[in-house]
């Protein structure tokens, strides 16, 4: 019997609502019922930070708090139903920022917007649950990160997924995608899977793409990600609705006792001893030198009392790849130049906090379908709309089970022109101008060693250059792959909390998108594949009709197609390499341990570590690196136990006859 998703939804905000030993309520005088510490906090409850933080709880011995500036979603259709995303807007669970002015592009700002909520941006998002192929992760370690290639992750990647595979016919058969079983997980606490229903168009998208000899790919996340795909989904294959962090995570641990959750509240400074003396309860290794980090300050507003709660072990970041750096930074972690300029005292000077930030830079154009008698998902209004709810919550059929993306392709450069050479020539160039002028040589010198990865990347073909990615009515968004240029994320006050709600009064974000200016040529080069697209025996049948700027005709000026075209770049909501894992002399914030280099017991598990982006979608792999993270904490911690121990109690339990002092030396 399927529940209306009404009642699931109540009963989901129900169920956390009466579960106190997770989630902490303030009291009638607005204090929090906290412990006097924490072995581990955890700052943000994001893919993350419920990954982490979920693992670490799974030993009733060790405590940890979770604090989310966000609350808990309501489960409501806008954020639950697949069908719905692109045509509900649930603002309330998302903050949005401006991005600086465009300097490379018109000129002009753009917005982001992330997930504040338990969930994180997972809560919001668009559900597309690509990996990346081998190449994208193994020129992770050739960065210099050890133990952070494609067969280090695949584990990870497994374990996060429960992968379902199903026909496209919805007949509930399996295995008709032809998945292949050695790189998928089927007992992960993160449904994947595919909807019941697919709009026709998804046929002549994907046979269009053929025609222009890009070939079927069966198994986007086998590695190799390049061809035209069915997508899968971060959704649940039984009832047919979103799968997040907080409903594979968190939901399944609430009777935990040792787990707490504050919601409402932000955290605003890392808390920390400057002394630099050498302390014994490491949760690295005892005697390891360095930042002691003992705990974080929150409140709930501006206008209320700090909170300070002490640690025992570690913090953890995951508030994303945008505030992670800037907390940082209020902290006296940072570029010493920035945070004197805040006027906060510089505890290790680290400048690759806030640089190497990277996004997709994304491109929109609706080639609006006209064709008589096409269903898309523009129609679902009305008593069509009522149907079709009537239908998903009945049946969990129909339209509403698919999300607005569930088509894409991805190309290969030398599948989409004959000029790679060229490119490749223009893509290993770097000029001043290429980097943001705050670059030190540390800095510089790990661009320099991206570069060289990226245009390797380039000349492969399973790496993608450019995402295509198809919706019922007609929007062909093309995404670059392998951007070259660099941003950066940097504080602009020293109080995370200011009397305006507007992230932007905290941050300076500029992705700085086409600094290089090969991304803005692939973008071009994404343009002019749809132009060849919609010309196709099969996308013609569907009468598109190409955005103002951007038709056949339009590409034969090349000015007046560039110019289009900036004006339209944007963001593609995955920012990342804020605090990347890397060598310190490469401009690194993070060891392969994800600790913060210059401390002892500061982690970052977010986006923000990603060296290098993925030609992908990058909640898989976020959630990849969050388990492996936990992985590390773990036996980082047992080690530490371990030495920390007493020698006589290391044989307790052994028989007497066994039982030797060791020899001294």
């Known amino acids: 019997m399927m529940l209306p998703t009404a009642v699931l939804a109540l009963a989901g905000t129900l169920l956390l609502s009466f579960a106190s030993a997770i989630h902490l309520v303030p009291d009638e005088k607005g204090n929090l019922p906290l412990r006097s510490g924490y072995d581990y906090i955890v700052v943000g409850a994001g893919i993350g930070g419920l990954v982490v933080a979920n693992r670490l709880s799974e030993n009733a011995s060790v405590s940890v708090l979770v604090i989310e500036a966000g609350e808990l979603d309501d489960r409501a259709e806008d954020v639950s139903i697949p069908g719905n995303i692109g045509f509900e807007d649930p603002r309330r669970y998302e903050v949005k920022m401006n991005l600086a002015a465009q300097e490379f592009l018109d000129g002009k700002?753009?917005?982001?917007s992330q997930g504040q909520v338990v969930g994180g941006s997972t809560i919001v998002n668009g559900l597309v649950w690509t990996r990346g192929s081998v190449a994208d992760f193994d020129?992770?370690?050739?960065?210099g990160n050890p133990g952070w290639g494609w067969s280090d992750l695949l584990p990870y990647f497994e374990k996060s997924e429960r992968y379902s595979s199903r026909d496209r016919n919805g007949t509930g058969e399996t295995v008709l995608l032809h998945s292949s079983a050695e790189t998928h997980g089927n007992r992960g606490p993160v449904q994947v899977g595919y909807p019941n229903y697919y709009y026709n168009q998804t046929d002549n998208f994907l046979e269009g793409i053929q025609e222009l000899g890009i070939p079927f790919n069966e198994d986007p996340n086998s590695g190799d990600a390049t061809g035209a795909s069915i997508t899968p989904s971060s959704m649940t294959a039984k009832n047919q609705s979103r799968e997040d962090a907080r409903t594979a995570y968190l939901d399944p641990v609430l009777e935990r006792t040792n787990m707490h959750l504050v919601t409402g509240h932000t955290v605003t400074r890392i808390l920390h001893d400057n002394s630099r003396a050498v302390f014994s309860n490491s949760s690295h290794l005892p005697g390891a030198s360095g930042l002691r980090i003992t705990g974080v300050e929150f409140a709930a507003n501006s206008t209320a009392q700090n909170v300070s709660i002490s640690c025992r072990k570690e913090v953890i970041l995951a508030g994303g790849a945008i505030l992670s750096p800037v907390l940082l930074q209020v902290s006296g972690i940072g570029p010493a130049e920035l945070l004197e300029s805040l006027g906060v005292d510089v505890a290790v000077d680290l400048p690759g906090v806030g640089s190497n930030f990277q996004d997709h830079p994304t491109l929109q154009p609706v080639y609006e379908y006209t064709a008589p008698d096409l269903f898309t998902a523009w129609d679902i209004v009305g008593h069509t709309r009522d149907q079709v709810r009537q239908e998903y919550l009945t049946n969990r059929t129909g339209p509403w089970t698919a999300p607005m993306v569930n088509a894409a392709a991805f190309t290969a450069l030398s599948w989409v022109t004959d000029r790679v050479q060229e490119i490749l020539d223009e893509a290993a160039n770097t000029s001043a101008a290429n980097l943001p002028p705050?670059?030190?040589a540390t800095l510089r010198a790990g661009y320099a060693a991206q570069q060289a990865e990226l245009v390797s990347l380039l000349g492969?073909?399973?790496?993608p250059t450019y995402e295509v990615m198809s919706?019922?009515?007609?929007?062909?968004?093309?995404s670059g792959m392998q951007p070259f240029s660099r941003g950066t994320v940097r504080a602009r006050t020293a109080?995370?909390?200011?009397?305006?709600?507007?992230?932007?009064?905290?941050?300076?974000?500029?992705?700085?998108?086409?600094?290089?200016?090969?991304?803005?040529?692939?973008?071009?080069?994404?343009?002019?594949?749809?132009?060849?697209?919609?010309?196709?025996?099969?996308?013609?049948?569907?009468?598109?009709?190409?955005?103002?700027?951007?038709?056949?005709?339009?590409?034969r000026n090349a000015t007046q197609m560039d110019r289009a075209m900036r004006a339209a770049v944007t963001s593609g909501f995955h920012p990342s390499g804020s605090t990347s894992?890397?060598?310190?002399?490469?401009g690194g914030v993070v060891d392969t341990a994800l600790r913060v280099y210059g401390t002892r017991n500061l982690r970052v598990v977010d986006a923000g570590v990603i060296p290098l982006i993925p030609g992908a979608h990058i909640q898989a792999a976020v959630y990849a690196v969050a388990e492996k993270a936990a992985d590390i904490i773990k036996a980082e911690d047992l080690r530490a136990r371990a030495v920390a121990r007493p020698w006589w109690r290391r044989f307790q339990g052994k028989k007497r006859s066994s039982f030797k002092k060791p020899l001294a030396v």
């Open 109 to 112: 700002p753009r917005i982001i």
């Open 139 to 143: 020129a992770w370690e050739r960065l």
């Open 438 to 440: 705050s670059y030190d």
């Open 460 to 463: 492969r073909t399973d790496t």
């Open 471 to 478: 919706t019922s009515w007609g929007q062909l968004a093309v």
């Open 495 to 555: 109080h995370v909390l200011q009397s305006s709600s507007s992230l932007s009064a905290v941050a300076d974000v500029d992705p700085r998108f086409c600094a290089h200016p090969v991304d803005c040529a692939l973008l071009l080069l994404g343009l002019g594949f749809n132009d060849r697209l919609v010309q196709t025996v099969a996308l013609a049948a569907l009468e598109p009709v190409p955005p103002p700027g951007f038709g056949v005709a339009d590409a």
């Open 581 to 586: 894992m890397l060598p310190r002399a490469l």
